[in-house]
Structure formats: C-alpha cells, structure tokens
C-alpha cells in the first residue's frame, strides 16, 4: 500500500469517528512483575538510586513494534544494532552485558552471552518500564555493574473484558498487527496478546555516503528484514488479601537479516541471516503476606531459546558458507524477602540464581560439523538494610555474587572453575521540602565475562580469549529530584571507574581482519544528566532528557576513547494536544561524537555527532466507549545518515501510519 492511500484510509477512519464521548482507561500494571519494589513509605525505599520511569502512554506515542523503537526516549541510554544484527542496549555508557534486564520478574538476558536482541521484544503488553542507571541495588543479583530495567506488562483494572486491536502499515513494506484481550473476573485477573510483524528492509537515508553496499536505485539497506509472531498469556489470582500467585507463558518467533559492515575498499565480513529466532518462556509470580512485618516475592522460569545462524560467502546471499545451531535452556529463581524490623528499620533478602546449558553446533556444510556444549551457574545472595530517621533514608548493601563454570566447549581445562566478588551499595536520601530531595549512592559491582566472550570464535570473527578477567566498578551519583506542580526535574552528577573493562581490539596482523575481546587497565566514565517534564499549559508539555559523558580508558599506561560512548545522548519532546482529540508531537534526538573500531584500518575512529527530527499526528476520539486512536508518524524526517556503529547505517526517513481501537 502506498503511503497516499494510507492517508486516504486514515482520514476516513478520523471522519467515520467524529462523534466522541469520554471513557475510563482501565490499565495499570502487573503487580507481581516486579520483585524489587519500591516500599510503600516515603519514595525510593528499596532503591538506592533514583528510578526513571517511561510510562504507558510514552510507551503508546512512540508507535513501538518492539523495544528498539524506543530508543530515542530511554533516558541517559541509547539501542545500537551491531554487525550480529542484535539491537542492544547501554546506559550512561555502560555495556549492554552489564544491563540486566528483567521481564515479568524473570531474568531475560539469556546468559550465555547475557545480553538480548531488542528488536524481538514487542511492546503491546508493557505497561512500564523502570530503569535504575545508578548504583544499582544488590537485590537485583549479579552482573548488573550498568543497570538494570524493570519490564512490566499491563493488567486490568476493573471487573470485565477489554482490550485493543492495532494495525500499522508503513515503508519499507511494513505491516503489523497485534490484538490483546485482558479480564478481571472478582480474584482472577488475565491477559492474552498476538502480534504479527513483517517489514521487507529499513530505508536507506538519502545521503548514502555511509552505505557502500547500496547498488544503484537500491531504497533499503541490505539485508535489513525482519519477521516476527509473538504470543503471550498470563493469569493471575488472588488467593486472599495477602497471597496473590500469576503464571505467564511468552513466545516470540521470528526472523531476520543482518546488515553487512560497509567500507569502501570493500572490506564487509559478516554476512548473515537468522532463518529461526525462537524463545519460549513459562514464568510463576508469587507475592505472600506472612505477617504483619515479613512479607516474600519472587519468581520462577524456564527458558528455551533457540536460533540458526546462517553464514554466507558474499553480499548476494546466494551461496552458503556455514551454518551455526545455538539451543540455550535456562532456569531461574528469583526471591525477596523483606522485613519490617521496626517502624523505621526495614530489612531485605535476595536470592538470584539460574543455571543454563548452550549447545553450539556448526556445520562447513561439506560433510563437517563440531558440537560445543557449555553450562554456567550464576547465583547471589544479597541483604539490604533500610533506616528511616526523620527527612532522611539510608541504604547499606552487599551481596555475594558467583558464577561457576560447568562446561566450556574444548577448553575443558576451565570446567570447574568460577569467579566470585562482594558487591556492596550505600545510599542516602534527603527530603529537603515537600517538592525536593536530595541523593547520593556509592557502589562498588562487577561483571563476569559471558561464555561466550571467553570461549566462542563466533564463527571465526573473534580469537577467544580464556583469560579474561571479571570487570570491576566504582559507581557514584550525587544528585537533586524536583517534583512540583507543573515541572518535574532531576539533575545528577556520576562517575565510574572500571578496571579490567572488557573491550574489543583489532588482532595486530591477522589476515582474517578478526578481533579479540581483552581486559582494559582502567576506564572511566565521568558525566551529568538532567531530566525534564515541564506542563507548560493543559494542553502542552516538555519532555526531555540529556546526558553528557567523558570517557576514556588506559592501556599499557596509554590513553585512549572507548568505544561507543557518545559525549552526548539528549532527546526532546514537544507534545500539544490540539482541542478535538488532535495531539501533536514534535521530537528531536541527537547523539553525540563517539568512537568505533574499524575493520579498514583496525583502530578506534570518530563518528560524528547527528541530530534527527521526528513529527508524529494522531487523533482519538471515543465511539459507542471504544477508543479510536489514528496516526501518522515519521522518524527521521530530514532523511539524515546517522552511523548506528562503524560501517553500519541508521536507516533514513521512515513513514508508517495505523489505528488502534481501545474496547
């Protein structure tokens, strides 16, 4: 469908629902999904740092088919898509295997590598996400040195049946459709959610001087399709006032390409596919009153991924090199347990443990293959004091994280082996008005290397190297959070420092143009952030955030940039909600000067700084009490080039439109 008879289609649908009248949102979110919870008394109870949250309604203007379309509004954070076509995650600098992400209280990083491809998230079910950059609470468990993001799906509200349908077509042969069904039936409340996504490939900017591997009169970027099915269902029941059990059950399904690195002496080594994508996860949530003073919450899962790579000879993606079968099955635990020792006095204990076995299988496809197995156990342990003392909360922490090694592919020499470290957090906040407080944390973390990391050649891109070492970090935050009756405001000052930074280098005169992951002397990363809403009238606000950094990192006692660390990360959003049900937004998204290595000359390189400008309309009106919500929105308007890392392009101008009907 063109993108003028989507206009068409869209203004009769905004004719034919004219006439409106007011209706309730019925939409809160899935208590049980999140295990480390702020208390009831006073603000940030639990959490040493200060939580940012994206809310529902944020999450609906963004027009989202999966966490990587809310790249621009995460704050302090950006999604980079890498040469492997995963779209991840990082945060004040922090790498996307230092960010634990949890999804309905389960661990959803998968663990051999603990990271997780954004891109095969959908959004239809999220009712929030919290996001916690600072230093992060032990209760969270091991390898969160970067942060850690709270994803928690919707639920009901009130008795009855509801849900939505939506629909978007768009460029780039774009379509997707979801319906979601959610009910609450007295003490049962429950959700069930599909989705279906295919886009044929991601627009390629107009100025292509990025893109060497365009060919003439080429309007998308190569090898950059996507396919995907995802289901998801949950129920949860109140068994009395103080016990409440849920059981969710998620499946995502998909597939896609990669985008080959461009260079212009031709140099583009990975050319890759993913015919499967495939992560089923069953997911028990309990919280249970046990007396006046103790309380328990946690949750349990089984996780199976699977997914095929496939390995081409050259760009035409005609002829196979090889293949690659990686099968991961993890199970998990999630428990905290928190005590009111006093009016004043609050204790917590955590339990975070899963155990995984990955399976890699490659085939040369000429009558040859391998088959690796590798097994981990990562577990923590973690107590939390809480002291209230008038205006002021004090936080003490520490945990003891462990990740032992059971298989690890031909290096049996290093089954057996582990690592362990204390983690510790220390916290104060105080109330310095009704409107005002004031912060500051201090936390000493680390993060083991991955499986993978160590002991994978990912399909000879990489020389392993088994002797890396745990990453270390300093985190400190000193900060003031703002919260009045037209204007919300929090400004912060971090500083991390690292040692042993894990990080990649160019192998000096290798033929095969490969890298190895190596441990840095020292790094860090010293930067500010401000966050903004301000309600300029009833009708218009301001919604920003902006986060400058200076990273640097030291080398046989030499320095030098990091990788992917933009100076500046900054978003703003104008949002003016016309009378009638128009609502108008206006975005600008901006990503400072930064570094990558590239293969061409196998050293760090600049990339520059880009601004992108995104408009989106949309109106809603209510119908016979469902909600008709219609828009049109487009990302990248000006059509800029922007580097998503060296030798990978963002994509250009994308249009997409659709609607959606509350009922």
Not at 69 to 95: C, H, K, V, W
Not at 612 to 633: A, E
């Amino acid at each position: 469908m063109t993108m003028y008879k989507l206009i068409i289609l869209l203004s009769i649908l905004l004719t034919s629902t004219i006439f409106a009248q007011s209706a309730k949102d019925t939409i809160r979110v899935y208590r049980l999904g999140e295990i480390v919870a702020e208390g009831a008394k006073g603000s940030q109870k639990i959490q040493p740092t200060k939580i940012k949250e994206i809310k529902y309604h944020e999450i609906k203007e963004q027009d989202a088919v999966n966490m990587q379309d809310l790249n621009a509004i995460i704050p302090g954070g950006f999604i980079q898509t890498n040469s492997r076509g995963e779209s991840l995650l990082y945060l004040r600098g922090a790498g996307e295997r230092s960010i634990a992400l949890f999804f309905d209280g389960m661990y959803f990083n998968i663990p051999w590598d603990n990271r997780v491809d954004l891109s095969m998230i959908p959004t239809d079910i999220i009712g929030n996400l919290k996001i916690s950059s600072g230093a992060n609470s032990v209760l969270y468990g091991a390898n969160v040195l970067g942060g850690a993001v709270n994803i928690t799906t919707t639920e009901r509200d009130d008795d009855g049946l509801g849900g939505n349908v939506g629909l978007q077509l768009g460029e780039g042969g774009r379509k997707y459709s979801n319906v979601k069904l959610e009910g609450k039936d007295g003490k049962l409340n429950y959700i069930g959610n599909l989705s279906f996504l295919t886009r044929d490939g991601l627009k390629a900017p107009k100025d292509n001087s990025y893109d060497f591997n365009l060919e003439e009169d080429q309007e998308l970027i190569t090898n950059s399709y996507s396919e995907r099915i995802t289901a998801y269902i949950r129920g949860e029941y109140e068994i009395n006032e103080e016990s409440k059990i849920g059981a969710s059950f998620n499946h995502i399904n998909g597939e896609q390409g990669t985008i080959p690195e461009n260079y212009p002496n031709g140099i583009t080594r990975r050319f890759w596919k993913y015919p499967e994508w495939l992560r089923s996860i069953a997911t028990v949530n309990g919280e249970f009153i046990l007396s006046e003073e103790i309380s328990v919450k946690g949750a349990i899962w089984v996780d199976k991924f699977n997914q095929t790579i496939e390995d081409y000879k050259t760009i035409n993606f005609a002829e196979l090199n090889e293949k690659q079968y990686d099968e991961d099955i993890t199970t998990g635990i999630r428990v905290n347990l928190s005590a009111n020792l006093t009016e004043n006095d609050k204790l917590n204990f955590a339990i975070n443990g899963f155990t995984t076995n990955h399976t890699e299988e490659i085939d040369d496809l000429q009558g040859g293959s391998s088959i690796n197995e590798y097994a981990q156990t990562t577990s923590s342990f973690g107590l939390e004091y809480k002291r209230f003392l008038g205006d002021w909360v004090f936080t003490l922490g520490s945990s003891y994280d462990r990740f032992d090694i059971g298989k690890a592919g031909v290096f049996t020499e290093a089954e057996g082996s582990s690592f362990d470290d204390i983690a510790a957090v220390a916290g104060v906040t105080y109330k310095l008005s009704e409107t005002t407080n004031l912060f500051a944390n201090l936390g000493k973390k680390s993060r083991f290397p991955t499986l993978r990391e160590s002991y994978s050649a990912a399909l000879g891109k990489f020389v392993v190297n088994p002797d890396l070492k745990p990453e270390s970090g300093l985190i400190t935050e000193i900060g003031v959070d703002y919260m009045g009756e037209d204007l919300d405001a929090t400004v912060s000052l971090f500083a991390n420092n690292y040692t042993d930074l894990i990080a990649q280098s160019s192998v000096p005169g290798d033929t095969l143009l490969r890298k190895q992951r190596v441990n840095l002397d020292e790094a860090s990363i010293v930067g500010a952030e401000i966050l903004v809403k301000y309600y300029v009238t009833y009708d218009f606000d301001l919604t920003g955030h902006f986060t400058f950094m200076n990273s640097k990192g030291t080398v046989g006692g030499i320095e030098q940039n990091l990788e992917y660390r933009p100076e500046i990360i900054a978003f703003l959003q104008a949002d003016w909600r016309v009378y009638g049900g128009i609502d108008l937004l206006a975005e600008v998204d901006l990503m400072g000067n930064q570094y990558g290595i590239s293969d061409e000359i196998g050293d760090l390189v600049p990339i520059e700084a880009t601004t992108l400008l995104n408009f989106r309309m949309s109106y809603k009106t209510v119908y016979n009490n469902n909600i008709y919500t219609i828009f049109i929105r487009a990302n990248n308007f000006l059509d800029q080039a922007r580097l998503n890392k060296v030798g990978i392009t963002s994509p250009g101008r994308m249009i997409y439109g659709g609607v959606n009907v509350a009922f």
